[in-house]
């Protein structure tokens, strides 16, 4: 993606506060955070030029498979959050189906592809 539309991160929520400089809870991404300063090279694809991220904070009660996709994430890679998209590819329509997701991920540079309970990867 360009360097001015960065991917936004979904976070543990009671991780939020060791990589943004707010704790607020952000369920649907309504909020924008300072990426704190030692945390920017660790985490730049949702760093926006600004130094800022539209983040997602996760609650296990209110999303426990998300959650643990991201508590999973957090053990192979020591960081507590993935990046979120809204599949909004220039160009292109927003995602809807998963015929729409699976062309995006063809045609983009994703790596991997999670689909209800499959993981697609290139």
Same mark, same amino acid.
């Given at each position: 993606?360009? &360097?001015?539309?960065?991917?936004?991160?979904?976070?543990?929520?009671?991780?939020?506060?060791? !990589?943004?400089?707010?704790? !607020? &809870?952000? &369920?649907?991404?309504?909020?924008? !955070?300072?990426?704190?300063?030692?945390?920017?090279?660790?985490?730049?694809? $949702? /760093?926006?030029?600004?130094?800022?991220?539209?983040?997602?904070?996760?609650?296990?009660?209110?999303? &426990?498979?998300?959650?643990?996709?991201?508590?999973?994430?957090?053990?192979?890679?020591?960081?507590?959050?993935?990046?979120? /998209?809204?599949?909004?590819?220039?160009?292109?329509?927003?995602?809807?189906?998963?015929?729409?997701? $699976?062309?995006?991920?063809?045609?983009?540079?994703?790596?991997?592809?999670?689909?209800?309970?499959?993981?697609?990867?290139?």
């Amino acid at each position: 993606r360009e &360097p001015f539309r960065p991917f936004a991160p979904s976070v543990l929520i009671e991780e939020c506060g060791n !990589y943004f400089d707010d704790t !607020y &809870p952000s &369920p649907f991404m309504s909020f924008v !955070y300072n990426v704190l300063e030692e945390k920017r090279k660790i985490v730049p694809s $949702i /760093t926006h030029v600004d130094n800022t991220a539209r983040v997602q904070t996760v609650k296990k009660e209110d999303n &426990p498979r998300y959650y643990d996709l991201i508590q999973k994430f957090k053990k192979i890679t020591g960081i507590p959050m993935v990046l979120n /998209t809204s599949f909004n590819v220039r160009g292109e329509p927003i995602v809807c189906t998963p015929e729409d997701a $699976i062309k995006c991920f063809v045609g983009t540079q994703m790596d991997y592809l999670a689909l209800g309970d499959y993981l697609t990867w290139k």
